[in-house]
């Protein structure tokens, strides 16, 4: 033996010694590779692996890439071609001690639940910005404030404006004359500059040209923005107010770019917000953006909910809950018993008898405190779900244990 594997095998056993005091008693004998009782001589070799690198497999013996002897993976309990890890043997008073519970993998449905935040904002296509059809003064204005509620027909203002005086009367004329190409034509025409039906209607009624137009609200809604005041000159370019509808809001949020790929609209979104603990609202996702934020790695989703109520108000702060497409019949595990680690993930197999063994997996979705698992477990096995870390050291030393004193063994055989 090299002074550099005396070095490390002394290392080792101080550590396994420390671990072993810790835990009370887990001694030599039930925590060692299983056997089953039959000597190395008497168990089939599965194949020989390179004792640092698990992905390195031959038929036979043979030196590592790094010149190092092939360790044998045995057919059995032991360490077949199937197991991740030796299988450890615990005193049943160490299992109580410690408190090592058990949970059995299961096979039921998962969703993903998509956890976010995000603020509520006006939704655009209930929003609308008031502009004149032809230039002239504000002489009246039936809005005082931002922020006035107003409902579909209310008057906003009235305006003066000569062009529309101009067209009436030579609509009249038209009537007067009993022209019908001039009288369409002059219709046609007020209704361009911005008068209502009924205003035309009236009109035509009444004989007189109105110098004052009211102009009328289409929509209900609040009123966002108001630009204008009483003697103002206006043009057809000018945001003279703007009103939106607030009975339904948008909720933008962003989510990462590695969960994007599971909203589509839709899907059902719950939403909770700090202004009105213990209320929550349920909506849709209604659009999911087409870009990825380069500085955030996140993707725009946007939600609809209804706001009957008007709590809702723009640039609240939202806690939000999106649950993505289900996945029905997947493998599943409790959250706690996954064991994350660089060099791959695993849980701990509790094999009955304080017999335990790490295997690796491949998880998938995580969703209400269950992991799925793509690989790795089967249906009705169980696995720890508590003091797993302790048994996964324990297993970690005992694998390094026995690669440094098969190698030892090989090497003197050469």
């Known amino acids: 033996m090299s002074r550099i594997q005396i070095s490390i095998l002394g290392l080792l056993l101080f550590v396994a010694g420390f671990l072993g005091y810790s835990l009370a008693s887990f001694s030599i004998g039930e925590t060692s590779m299983e056997t089953d009782g039959r000597s190395t001589e008497e168990r089939v070799v599965a194949y020989w692996q390179a004792p640092m690198d698990p992905n390195y497999r031959r038929d036979g013996p043979g030196k590592s890439p790094m010149g190092m002897d092939l360790i044998p993976i045995y057919a059995d309990g032991g360490g077949d071609a199937s197991d991740d890890g030796p299988a450890l043997r615990i005193n049943p008073a160490v299992i109580n001690n410690i408190g090592v519970r058990t949970e059995v993998v299961i096979r039921t449905d998962i969703s993903r639940n998509i956890q976010t935040v995000g603020s509520v904002m006006m939704d655009d296509e209930r929003r609308s910005d008031i502009h ?19 409902a579909e027909g209310d008057l906003l203002f009235q305006i003066y404006s000569p062009n529309l005086v101009a067209a009436q009367s030579e609509y009249l004329q038209a009537l007067r004359l009993n022209h019908r190409a001039l009288i369409v034509a002059g219709q046609d025409r007020l209704l361009a500059l ?15 040209a109105a110098h004052l137009i009211d102009v009328f609200t289409t929509q209900p809604g609040v009123v966002m923005e108001l630009n204008v005041r009483e003697g103002m000159f206006v043009r057809p370019s000018d945001t003279t107010m703007s009103l939106a509808d607030l009975s339904e809001v948008w909720v933008l949020a962003d989510v990462f770019e590695t969960e994007a790929g599971w909203v ?3 899907q059902s979104a719950e939403m909770m917000l700090p202004a009105f603990p213990g209320k929550t609202w349920t909506g849709r996702v209604e659009y999911v953006y087409p870009t990825v934020e380069a500085n955030t790695r996140t993707v725009r989703v946007r939600m609809r909910f209804p706001n009957t109520d008007g709590r809702l108000k723009p640039n609240m702060y939202a806690n939000l809950s999106i649950e993505a497409a289900t996945e029905t019949g997947v493998v599943v595990v ?20 304080g017999r335990f063994r790490p295997a690796r997996v491949v998880p998938g979705i995580e969703s209400g405190g269950q992991v799925q698992i793509l690989e790795g477990v089967t249906v009705g096995e169980r696995v720890v779900t508590s003091s797993q ?26």
């Open 132 to 150: 004149v059809r032809s230039e002239g003064w504000i002489e009246k204005l039936a809005i005082e404030t931002e922020g006035e509620i107003v």
């Open 194 to 208: 911005g008068m209502t039906s009924d205003q035309v209607d009236k009109l035509r009624s009444s004989g007189t």
């Open 264 to 266: 589509e609209p839709g």
């Open 334 to 353: 409790p959250e706690q018993a996954l064991i994350r680690a660089s060099s791959g993930d695993r849980v701990i197999l509790a094999l009955g008898k």
């Open 389 to 414: 870390f302790l048994i996964d050291s324990e297993a970690s030393l005992d694998a390094a244990l026995l690669r440094l004193t098969t190698s030892d063994v090989h090497g003197a055989h050469q």
